[in-house]
């Protein structure tokens, strides 16, 4: 690629992160307006988990073939292609008038953010060097704590403001101005021939899609039933099929050597709890007081910036304390805190003041999950070999999804009854799983978090 003037790279920058920037938004955007799509679509338990899920099974699943269809493709070839699905998708998520046109338009979302997102930060890495890079990373890395705080915020607004169907609709024209602008920006990459592990890509998919099956059954049917079971069992089943294909193939999509370097497979560890406890406080919290305590979609949001702003803080301070004291004891206090946070939610009733243990508990939690998040990308990406570090990245990043997706199966399957019949008490059990999730954590990445002070320079931590 071709060297271009320095002001046409940082307006290219902006417009990519644009891009990237309605990826994030999308995670947690949803999670306010969720009683309004239940009441308007006659919503259950189980679609509104998937709701959620099926955006970030799609994302997290995808997300390393879409890396390679940039490399094979060319990474500009790519991010158009997932902007114009992401931006069908939904348009076509809004005008859902039924819970399969809904799912759907949310699996596609998912489809287009996998080609967009790996696509989009190949391009940042190209377009800058040097110096220059590490502050466009630092941009870059900045998108995910403010995508996540105005997603609550913006969420609450067009809920309670024209309806929830806008925030899908808020996506079109901002994704029609970003495939209009790009392609004058950035100039086309010539295609690598370059093998894609398609078949890797759907076995990985399709495993965490029944292991997510099965977790929301078991809400209903319970964990013996054979609706919860027989989709567990195939989730086994097409996991290992997986390491099976990745092993022989010539080109797979994931190298399971990698899961050989302690760094990685810490900082895959962390990755997955982090984003399982951050999710499931989203999805819990914002059913929790729309639902049990009454509160609009646009306060939910208000009450929600906290807990974006306690993650974004956690993420800034873990980054120096990483550099000073290293992973380790920055990954157990995260964890540690986040329990802490969790210990109050866990007490939950229907007379448990919001402002002096819901807001208070869910923000200490977000602090804790923010250090983690960054402490698990410099552990992967500054503690393996330079040239490992793109394949790490790759495999910390699909955890971040994947995660996402789990975490809020399994809370959404321990708070069944609460969420089913706006009690408090399903709640307070799936908060409780929180809290002892973060301090079993704590204890594994104790054993399993290296010591030593990862050097942060460059180091772009999860979107």
């Given at each position: ?33 969720l ?13 509104l988990?998937?709701?959620?899920t099926?955006?970030?099974l799609?994302?997290?699943?995808l ?15 790519t991010?158009?292609t ?19 046109l ?53 969420g ?17 024209p ?21 093998r ?19 977790l ?33 193939g ?21 990755m997955?709890i ?44 873990g ?8 992973s ?5 206090t ?8 969790c210990?109050?939610?866990?007490r939950?009733?229907g ?9 208070p508990g ?8 923010g ?5 698990a ?5 500054a ?23 789990i ?20 709640f307070a ?22 010591r030593g ?11």
């Amino acid at each position: 690629m071709s060297v271009m003037p320095h002001s046409r790279r940082w307006i290219a920058l902006a417009v990519i992160c644009l891009a990237q920037f309605m990826l994030i938004l999308d995670v947690t955007v949803v999670n306010v307006a969720l009683p309004d799509m239940a009441a308007d679509l006659r919503l259950d338990r189980t679609t509104l988990t998937w709701a959620v899920t099926a955006y970030t099974l799609c994302f997290g699943g995808l997300m390393l073939l879409g890396g390679r269809l940039a490399d094979a493709f060319g990474a500009r070839r790519t991010l158009l292609t997932g902007l114009v699905l992401f931006t069908a998708a939904s348009l076509v998520t809004g005008l859902a008038a039924s819970a399969p046109l809904l799912l759907g338009g949310r699996m596609a979302q998912g489809v287009g953010a996998a080609l967009l997102s790996p696509s989009a930060l190949s391009l940042v890495t190209t377009l800058f060097h040097g110096a220059e890079r590490n502050k466009a990373l630092g941009v870059w890395a900045a998108i995910g704590g403010t995508g996540s705080a105005a997603g609550v915020l913006l969420g609450g607004a067009l809920t309670d403001g024209p309806g929830w169907r806008w925030i899908f609709y808020v996506n079109v024209p901002v994704g029609l101005a970003v495939l209009a602008a790009l392609p004058t920006l950035v100039p086309a990459s010539a295609r690598r021939p370059a093998r894609l592990d398609l078949p890797g890509a759907l076995l990985v998919t399709g495993g965490t899609g029944a292991l997510i099956y099965g977790l929301v059954q078991a809400g209903d049917t319970g964990w013996a039933s054979r609706f919860a079971l027989l989709p567990l069992i195939g989730a086994a089943v097409l996991y290992g099929a997986f390491a099976a294909v990745e092993r022989a193939g010539r080109a797979p999509l994931m190298d399971l050597r990698m899961f050989t370097r302690r760094p990685v497979v810490a900082g895959a560890f962390l990755m997955l709890i982090a984003t399982a406890l951050l999710l499931s406080a989203f999805f819990l919290g914002s059913v929790y007081l729309q639902h049990v305590r009454g509160y609009s979609a646009f306060e939910t949001g208000l009450l929600f910036l906290p807990v974006a702003v306690g993650t974004a803080f956690g993420a800034h301070l873990g980054s120096r304390l990483v550099g000073q004291l290293g992973s380790r004891p920055v990954a157990v206090t995260g964890m540690v805190l986040t329990a802490v946070g969790c210990v109050p939610l866990a007490r939950l009733d229907g007379g448990t003041s919001v402002y002096a243990a819901v807001l208070p508990g869910l923000a200490v939690a977000s602090v804790g999950i923010g250090a983690v998040f960054v402490t698990a990308m410099a552990t992967a990406l500054a503690m393996v070999d330079p040239h490992e570090s793109g394949l790490a990245g790759g495999v910390v990043n699909t955890f971040h999804e994947v995660g996402g997706s789990i975490g809020v199966a399994v809370v959404s399957t321990v708070a069944a009854a609460g969420i089913d019949r706006g009690e408090s008490g399903g709640f307070a059990d799936a908060f409780t799983l929180a809290a002892v999730t973060a301090a079993v954590g704590a204890l594994v990445a104790l054993g399993l978090v290296p010591r030593g002070k990862p050097e942060m320079t460059g180091v772009a931590h999860a979107h």
